[in-house]
């Protein structure tokens, strides 16, 4: 051990809360597991990996890294063998120094051997003078081969790493987390329309109504008024009273709200917001695009070379194989989107996700607000932009593409159904480049839910895109036509639940709902009486499919029915049909009347989904598609209202949308946007959503920090907390289609 003078830099501004706590009861139980961490002589037991060199000086352990290697787990020092119990808090802490500066160090207790599970990981970037670190973490597994790692790899040039004082303590209390929700006041962090509905929330102890007071930039008070007590909120946990300041009818940057002595973050009243994210969301998918460079010209920030394209270490995804025992052939599926912020390629999924954008687009020619321009040619800053096609249908063709990729081929057992999904033979580490990913890519077996995905998409895109590109409108088609076909000859190939090694399962138990979306979008499309019966005839075309939780890539019947009633078609019994999205749109509204927080969620137990923020955002598209069928302004102002709860007006006070706000979600899990493990990367793009508050809290972080967390609350904006902080490409769908109709209220 030697002695220095260093700041206690504590697990990051996250946690600085919990380290200012009072320390646990005693310490009594707590036990040290690392032998040796102080290296007052020896650096026994301590190892490293080959190419490392270590000597113990000056009482620390230093180790020479060398330079030119790829991942962080190329150059590693360790301890084995330790013990750890599931369900136990440890914390772990070192000092350590990097020189030069600014090199990262991955600090990982895990599994020591195959399959290598990560426990808990930490990533901070070293300074020559030092710093001591601490973190606090629950083990998810019982084991006797724990392992502590400080991996630090994946550096150009060599570097040294001195480590000291590293221990690892078992029994000490669960972190206390407490999150900084900043002021009381909570508003849409970003903007209300100017003659849109303006909603707030106080918490607070009082139980008495308020005086609120609007100021505008200048400070001088625009609007007064009382706020409305609601009780205690079961989202939050919290007492809280709504703010109603939409009498307001200016416009403007820089205002607050005032009530209880606080001052809510700033926002506009203007449109303006909304017609960048329209754009932003929607640019998102170019940034997510596997099989072609990104250009740093068209994403300043964000330019990579192309991912999966077979350049080493890639394996590429131009022929890949089944997995073993599967089929005997290999597809070349290039291209797709990255489904979140891992490399795998999901039809369940690509399909949710390609008919919301191209209902955005399609909403714009028939929505009484609908504007077609807005989504043009040259809109969205993509390589096809100026080929007088609108830019979102190019965009999703670049998904489209790959789906119909996907289908097996003529002539092969299955032929037309289309492969549930394409991924990666083993989990991989963060941070990962798209196309420095060395793991072997695999198709996995084909599905009913997969194929009927393929034909819903390529039968709405062989409408959209016929005024553009005949050919491909009919190549789309007769996939559509081939895959439907194989799925009522194949009606029940389910997707195995726990196929999820190296990508997600997106299991389904029930392919009825996909049968029906498929029906209507080849229906629309073509007006054949085969899809019309069918139709007619499912059961879910009458059921009432408007749940709380709302529609998803697993639940799938609004992406039939909202089409059925927007899209000019000549179905019998179409006024019932219309008729059912109103009522939906009614329950949705009545949640969200009943909601302190003003959002169309109130899932059942309080049990928030993984991904809440979009479910929100797709019960408002539900409230949203009511105004367009109705014009009545109470549709329009719900589905408005329900943004501000992602922009900001929420229990966290956070803005769930990158680069929209003054605090919001940057940490997004991503392999490539993972700035915060690796400072030479970026934070995902603006206009990113996180998935959100998330009840299960199924990662470590989440579960080390978020135990027992009400609703609103199971959210941390951590890289690692991929249970609540994902993004992927089905929620910003539902973030591009609500942006665009806000946009079109301005
Ligand atoms: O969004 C999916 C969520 O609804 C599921 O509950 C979860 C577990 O199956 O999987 C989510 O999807 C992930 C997918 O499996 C793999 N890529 C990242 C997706 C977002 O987290």
Known sequence: MKRRRTTLLGVTALLAAALALPAGPAGADEVELIQNGTFDTSSDPWWSSAGVTTAVEDGEL????????????????????????????????????????????RAVVGLAVEPYDTYFEVSPQLSVSGN?????????????????????????????????DISLVGGVPPEEYEPDTGPRVRVNQVAYLPNGPKNATLVTEATEALPWELRNAAGSAVARGRTVPRGTDASSGQNVHSVDFGSYRGGGKGFVLVADGETSRPFDISAEAYRKLRLDSLKFYYTQRSGQEIREDLRPGYGRPAGHVGVEPNQGDTEVPCLPGVCDYALDVSGGWY??????????????STWELLRTYERSLYARTGSPGALRDGTLAIPESGNKVPDVLDEARWELEFLLRMQVPAGQPLAGMAHHKIHDAEWTGLPLMPHLDPKKRELHPPTTTATLNLAATAAQAARLYKPYDKAFARKALNAARTAWRAALAHPDILPDPDDGIGGGAYPDTDASDEFYWAAAQLYLTTGDGEYERFVLKSPVHTADIWNPLGFDWQRTAAAGRLDLATVPNRLPGLRSVRASVVQGAEKYLTTLREHPYGMPYAPKDNVYDWGSNAQILNNAHVIATAYDLTGERRYRDGALQSLDYVLGRNALNISYVTGYGDVTSVNQHSRWYARQLDPSLPNPPAGTLSGGPNSSIQDPVA?????????????????????TNELTINWNAALAWMASFAADQG
């Open 703 to 723: 579960q080390s920090l978020l135990r027992g967390c009400t609703g609103q609350f199971c959210y941390v904006d951590d890289i690692q907390s991929w249970s």
């Open 132 to 164: 001591d670190y601490s973190y606090t973490f629950t083990a998810p597994a019982d084991t006797a081969r724990g392992q502590v790692a400080f991996q630090a790899g994946g550096s150009a040039d060599a570097w040294k790493m001195c480590l000291d």
């Open 339 to 352: 489904d979140a912020g891992d490399h795998g390629k999901y039809v369940v999924n690509g399909g949710i």
């Open 62 to 105: 230093c180790a020479a890294i060398p330079g030119g290697t790829a991942n962080r787990w190329d150059a590693i020092v360790g301890h084995n063998d330790l013990t750890l119990q599931a369900g136990q808090t440890y914390r772990l802490s070192f000092s350590a120094t990097g020189t030069p500066a600014d090199h990262v160090v």
